[in-house]
């Protein structure tokens, strides 16, 4: 109950497409969903975040879609860069848990 | 620079050898926490400090020893290791232990059990 599940583990996307990663789990007690970014060498960096009271965040070109009933939630990465090639990690907490559930990650590769 | 600073950056040791993991942050945070990364796998909740004191064990062998001698230092103390302990090991602050203070990571620590 405490899993977030991941998907897809590796991504490629062409410059200028759309990168869509999505999450689900199974504890409706979880009330914060962050995205964190990771790239080599570094450690994983707060992305964009949301609480299931709302749909839909977005951030300059990320965007983070929120389906409560599914449990389920996705990011979403428009006009995808190079630059934007990183590890990504959806996560979820509770405030009762007090902690940060991560899930597998997505290795995202953006092609010129 | 993160505000959290680990060290070292790699560390290759022998199973019968006592190493330790050193972690600094400069963020005025009070919750700390130790996270082992492997390949394909998600990152495992090790320990958590909330004001010095220890509030998390995830059931880590003991073979993982943390120290936290104040609210900007953290340090896993590693001996007899064995190889799947191999992985990258991070370190994070928060304001809070919420997950809604938002975790800052260091770089991490690349371990190589030989």
């Known amino acids: 109950q405490q899993q977030v599940k991941q998907s897809p583990q590796s991504l490629i996307v062409q410059k200028g497409g759309i990168s869509i990663i999505n999450c689900a789990y199974e504890?409706?007690?979880?009330?914060?969903f962050p995205w964190y970014q990771q790239f080599p060498g570094k450690g994983p960096a707060l992305l964009i975040a949301i609480r299931p009271d709302v749909s839909e965040k977005k951030e300059g070109r990320f965007t983070i879609s929120f389906n409560k009933s599914a449990k389920q939630f996705s990011l979403h990465i428009m006009d995808s860069q190079p630059g934007d090639s990183a590890t990504y990690f959806c996560a979820a907490d509770s405030g009762g848990y007090n902690k940060l559930i991560f899930g597998a990650g997505t290795r995202l590769a953006v092609h010129p | 620079e993160t505000g959290v600073t680990q060290t070292p950056r790699h560390l290759v040791m022998g199973m019968t050898n006592k190493k330790s993991l050193k972690c600094e942050q400069h963020l005025g945070h009070n919750a700390m926490y130790w996270y082992k990364q492997s390949a394909k796998k998600p990152l495992e909740l090790m320990f958590v400090?909330?004001?010095?004191?220890?509030?998390e064990n995830n059931s880590v062998p003991s073979r993982f020893s943390p120290e936290c001698p104040n609210s900007s230092h953290l340090f896993l103390h590693l001996h007899t290791l064995q190889p799947e302990d191999s992985a990258l090991y991070l370190c994070?602050?928060?304001?809070?232990?919420?997950?809604?203070?938002?975790?800052?990571f260091g770089s991490g620590t690349r371990l190589t059990v030989v």
């Open positions: 994070a602050s928060s304001q809070g232990t919420g997950g809604t203070d938002g975790y800052t």
């Open positions: 400090y909330n004001f010095k004191e220890q509030t």
């Open positions: 504890n409706t007690a979880f009330d914060y």
